[in-house]
């Protein structure tokens, strides 16, 4: 799709947009589990790698990953009923556990039909698509094909299992959007919420560490020239109306102001993505009502493919100059695809949660996709001193 510079700047009028509120988080990340394990990560700079050669028979092309390795779902929801869960259904779900353990929100009878989930994803599990495809060519059918797996192949199975075990009656969606995928939920999520089909949700992303996605990002990386490791992993918010939160007497954990997208040409063809992500972050800037000089942290995409991240950097420049604070998320995860964008969102909190200096600090999202997509999002956090939280 590509865009004239007439179009780029011809933008809709503002409006002021519905304020989703963060109460609760969970996380699951190369960098460990939990907020701290992140923040920490992201304070030391680095986060190192996992030996991953043992994890699979299939060939790796890397010995490396910011990956879970003894990460087991039976450690979190215990054996019962998780026996043919699969990775990304097992990180997502546990994702799930620790974001309503984490939010002040009740659920009950009472209001379980009006909270539901919203998940994000590149493609779901690549790896049980896979298998359960060969499965079908190479054993006898149907007998020998396992139908126990079958529901792992569907990109849903996690946003499906999680609402059946924390018996949430709610919307229940799964949305297929790349590295756009977590900007994708907020956006669908917003809606919910505004047009009163739903009171709460469970929304974010996850994504699984195997040879299937080891290669993708192999592949990528080198076609472009980056070195970046895989990652895997997945972040879970509760999100409310931020109105609703207030009005109970509840403090969010952080608000999300604003979020734009678009399509453009894709990033090293021509100026028009630089443009076409200058546009957006501004207009994300101006719905929200913030002034560039009020951004204290930029949560990047930088993902080490030059293309890419000179776009991206070109974007920022125009729009915040150079004052704001980078967070490179992808330095401490890997590239985890979907789960990126969600783990970018998560960054800003978790570095809340531990710095109450930073008490009503905005901060802003930015990524990209190789197609063109980029997107923004202004957010607003604060601290839980009273609290503790892992």
């Known amino acids: 799709m590509t865009a004239t510079a007439a179009e780029l700047s011809a933008t809709t009028p503002p409006t002021t947009p519905a304020v989703l ?34 994890m699979f028979e299939d060939p790796l092309p890397r010995p490396d990953a910011h990956a879970l390795v003894d990460f087991k779902v039976r450690d979190f929801l215990g054996r019962k009923g998780t026996s043919f869960f699969d990775r990304s259904t097992s990180l997502g779900m546990v994702a799930c556990q620790a974001a309503l353990a984490d939010t002040g929100l009740e659920v009950g009878d009472g209001n379980r039909a009006r909270i539901g989930i919203t998940l994000g994803t590149t493609a779901g599990s690549a790896k049980s698509t896979s298998d359960y495809s060969r499965d079908t060519f190479v054993q006898d059918r149907p007998y020998l094909v396992n139908p126990l797996l079958f529901p792992n192949a569907v990109m849903n199975c996690a946003a499906g299992q999680a609402a059946i075990r924390y018996g949430l009656q709610g919307v229940n969606a ?30 974010g992303c996850v994504e699984e560490f195997s040879p299937q996605s080891a290669w993708a990002v192999h592949y990528a990386q080198s076609t472009d020239g980056g070195e970046l490791p895989p990652g895997e992993g997945a972040a879970v918010f509760v999100v409310e109306s931020a109105e609703a939160v207030r009005a109970a007497g509840r403090r969010p954990d952080a608000e999300v102001l604003a979020v734009e997208t678009g399509v453009y040409d894709p990033p090293g063809t021509d100026g028009t993505f630089v443009a076409g992500l200058t546009a957006c972050l501004a207009r994300a800037l101006e719905r929200a009502g913030v002034e560039p000089s009020q951004v204290s942290a930029v949560a990047t995409a930088t993902s080490g493919m030059p293309r890419y991240d000179d776009a991206e950097d070109a974007a920022v420049a125009a729009v915040l100059g150079a004052g704001p604070e980078r967070l490179r998320v992808k330095d401490v995860t890997g590239e985890a695809f979907s789960a990126s964008g969600a783990f970018q969102l998560g960054a800003l909190i978790a570095r809340h949660r531990a710095e109450p200096a930073r008490d009503g600090d905005i901060s802003v999202i930015t990524t990209l996709g190789g197609d063109g997509a980029a997107g923004a999002a202004v957010v607003r956090g604060w601290s839980r001193a009273d609290r503790h939280h892992g």
Do not use: F, H, K, Q
């Not at 609760?24 to 394990?37: D, K």
């Not at 949305?175 to 469970?202: E, F, W």
């Open 21 to 54: 509120a963060i109460t609760g988080l969970g996380v699951l990340s190369g960098a460990g589990i939990g907020t701290e394990a992140l923040v920490g990560a992201l304070t030391a700079g680095r986060s190192a790698t996992a030996d991953v050669s043992g």
């Open 174 to 203: 799964t949305i297929a959007g790349g590295p756009l995928a977590m900007l994708n939920v907020l956006r669908y999520s917003r809606n919910l919420i505004s047009c009163g089909y739903a009171d709460a949700l469970l929304a």
